[in-house]
């Protein structure tokens, strides 16, 4: 296999083959290239030539390249897993379904393998109970996933119904609060639209006027700073959208994008290591943006990039939901 093939399959499996837990990421980041000498270079050379039709969208000869990888690795979840999203592409969603769950029967904890099941559960119009019925559910990492994966869908009270039933641990406080803040978001949000149409009653006392008319001005002052940046980032103007985006966190300091804003302007300043530390902070501010998210991972992918690592831009590219 020429160097070129294997450089890439080293930071490629790094990513695919990985687990939610970081020290197993690492372990295998650091081990990729011992790890691909088990592998024939038949089979390297056909997972490539799959994963590169998959870039180019030419699903039908991915999903071929992928068929020989697993004629000659029948029990290797990476594989199967990755005919499973081919076979989503490709709109064939009970084949992968079938193939996720080879992957996930041989590994039942890896997030990744339990999102294409549940992707192709979901375009069959299947439940979360139908997942329940697939997947050996009494493994605690596969539920801890699970709700993450719903909690990333929006699916808040399935979320929540599987959060009650895990055992205490950081994960559950965490997931916790973030679902908490969620539906405070989204109760908060319904309660304006359902009051948007109605007529005011005029406010008899003056200090609840004032603070109404306090917090419409910082709404709109967010809303002014976000279209600000939104309109500096496509300029590319890294120098005034650094200024703008600290400003903007500095009045308000809970806001996602606009950390998105300055990390975006740190890769721009070729400032990666700080571009990496500040996307991440807006990841912790993240609620249920999706889109956004998506964005904050293919930027700290690019920071990662710049850096020379590849096998650590994989993992992000890989969290990504939706092509653009």
Not at 85 to 99: D, H, R
Not at 158 to 163: L, P, T
Not at 229 to 238: A, D, E, G, R, S
Not at 282 to 294: M, P, V, W
């Amino acid at each position: 296999m020429s160097p070129i093939y294997k450089s890439f399959l080293m930071a490629f499996l790094a990513a695919t083959f990985m687990f939610a837990k970081t020290g197993y990421a690492q372990e295998i980041e650091n081990s990729a290239d011992v790890f691909l000498e088990e592998y024939s270079d038949e089979f390297q050379e056909a997972f490539f030539e799959g994963i590169k039709q998959k870039s180019i969208e030419n699903h039908d000869r991915a999903v071929n390249s992928f068929l020989v990888c697993q004629k000659l690795e029948p029990n290797n979840p990476a594989v199967a897993n990755e005919l499973a999203k081919a076979y989503i592409e490709n709109k064939q969603y009970p084949l992968a379904q079938e193939q996720a769950e080879l992957a996930l029967k041989e590994n039942p904890g890896n997030m990744w393998y339990l999102q294409s099941l549940y992707i192709s559960l979901k375009k069959q119009y299947k439940n979360v109970d139908d997942l329940k019925e697939i997947v050996p559910y009494d493994n605690n990492t596969l539920k801890e996933n699970l709700a993450h994966i719903l909690y990333l869908e929006n699916n808040y009270n399935e979320a929540q119904n599987i959060v009650d039933d895990l055992k205490d641990s950081p994960f559950k406080t965490d997931i916790n609060a973030k679902l908490q803040a969620a539906n405070a978001q989204r109760s908060t949000r319904s309660f304006s639209f359902s009051t948007s149409g109605s007529t005011a009653k005029p406010t008899k006392t003056t200090t609840n006027s004032t603070q109404a008319t306090t917090t419409s001005r910082n709404s709109n002052s967010a809303y002014n700073y976000k279209s600000r940046l939104q309109f500096i980032v496509k300029q590319k103007n890294y120098v005034f959208l650094e200024s703008t985006a600290k400003e903007a966190i500095e009045s308000y300091p809970s806001q996602p994008y606009f950390y998105y804003a300055l990390g975006v302007a740190y890769n721009g300043k070729r400032k990666h290591r700080d571009a990496i530390e500040t996307l991440k902070t807006a990841l912790d501010y993240l609620l249920d943006d999706i889109r956004l998210g998506d964005d904050i991972y293919r930027e700290i992918a690019a920071a990662y990039t710049a850096m020379g690592n590849p096998a650590k831009a994989n993992m992000y590219l890989a969290k990504v939901k939706f092509k653009r």
